[in-house]
Each structure stands twice: as C-alpha cells, then as structure tokens.
C-alpha cells in the first residue's frame, strides 16, 4: 500500500463520546501533519510532528490530542468535542517539514461530525 | 498573520479555453509556492510546485511567478471538464516554516 491513509472515512459523534483518527503514511517521510478543513475557510493547520516530535501545536484546544508513536503512524484523539469542530479533518505528510522540495502529501480525510 | 489571497470564484471556462488561476500573499520572503487540486469530497493532490520567478511548465499546466510583486498563477490550457475542481494556492510562511493555504478558486469547466 502507498500514500498515506486515513481512517476511518466518516465519524459520526456525540460531545460526550472519545474517538480517535488514525493515519499512516507509506512514503518515507519524516514529517506528519494534521489540518483541519471546513467550509469556506482556509485549511487551518493544527499539529506538525517531525521525526515524531511534536513541533508546532497550532493553539488548538485541548479536546484534540495528537499522539505520534513512530515517523509512519499519526492519530488525533477527540475528547469532547462541540458541534463546530464538525469539518474534514486532513493528515499529510512531507519529506521534510519545511522547504523546497517537501510538499504535502494529503490522507483522503475523514469527514466528522459531532451531534 | 500571513495570507494568502484567492478569488473564490467560480471560474466559468468553455472546454478547450485556458483557464487563468491567480493568487496573491503576504510573505516577501516566501519562496515555495504549491498549487493543489481539491475534488468535491475529495482531499488536496498536489499539481504544480515553483520556486524561482518566471513560468514551469508541466503539460497542460504553467505556474507563473512575481516575487516582486508577490503573485503566483496557474494556468491551464485546453481546459476540461474533468479539471473542474477548487485549486488551492499555498505559500511557504518563512516565519514560522510551515505553508499558509488560500480558500481556493473553484474552476467549472462547461462542455
């Protein structure tokens, strides 16, 4: 299997329940990112991870939990959370974190929605 | 904060005209800039990477770049209906190394 791969594709949740999003990426990459994507709006970026440290926390609230246990594998833990965290939420990664030479690789997304 | 500008349109081109994809931003210092594909549903594909002024040509697909001015384009020629698609422009934030995306031009490409 190659690219990077999301699950699951659409979640549907109450505040109070706990999910997680999970994401893997094939292609040797050493950086991995989560955005968020709702409509009419930027992509917001919310958690980059290089070599599985975590190097950038956009102020995201603390309902949103990245956790990065090796340099393929990516998840975000929800806790919590308010029916405007409803979007598609995107993981990518990149050779490096930044620079020339290091676009973005996208995860098909998973569409959530929270009731 | 650093920006990026895009008109949301839509952008109504007839099959086999070039379509014309323009976006703007903030940074002086950028100096990647990324055109990404976006399918209703779908997630962002990359397109179209340049890094120097002038213009890259990769097929049916040319990205110009104006650092002076701080412009970046994508042009697409003999346009078709399977390039209908909302086309994000993203540019490297220097500050905080991470890329700043525009709220894309969706692109209708008529029969």
């Known amino acids: 299997e190659t690219g990077v791969t999301q699950t699951p594709r659409h979640l549907v949740m109450g505040m109070t329940n706990k999910k997680s999003l999970k994401c893997e990426q094939h292609l040797g990459h050493n950086a991995m990112y989560w955005y968020k994507q709702s409509a009419k709006k930027p992509l917001e970026l919310m958690f980059v991870y290089s070599l599985e440290e975590r190097v950038e926390n956009n102020s995201v609230p603390s309902r949103f939990s990245p956790e990065c246990p090796n340099s393929s594998h990516l998840f975000l833990h929800l806790h919590t959370l308010q029916p405007e965290d409803s979007a598609l939420y995107l993981c990518?990664?990149?050779?490096?974190?930044?620079?020339?030479?290091?676009?973005?690789?996208f995860g098909n997304g998973t569409r959530l929605t929270v009731t | 904060q650093k920006e990026v500008e895009q008109n949301s349109g839509p952008l109504s081109v007839p099959e086999g005209a070039i379509a014309s994809l323009n976006c703007t931003y903030s940074d002086r210092g950028s100096q990647s800039f990324f055109w990404y594909r976006q399918y209703s549903g779908k997630s962002p594909e990359l397109i179209m990477s340049i890094y120097s002024n002038g213009d890259k040509e990769d097929g049916r697909f040319t990205a110009q770049l104006n650092k002076a001015s701080q412009y970046v384009s994508l042009l697409i020629r003999d346009s078709q209906p399977s390039d209908s698609a909302t086309y994000l422009c993203a540019v490297e934030d220097t500050g905080f190394q991470k890329l700043v995306f525009g709220t894309g031009t969706r692109l209708l490409v008529s029969p």
């Open positions: 990518a990664s990149s050779h490096n974190p930044t620079g020339q030479d290091s676009p973005l690789h």
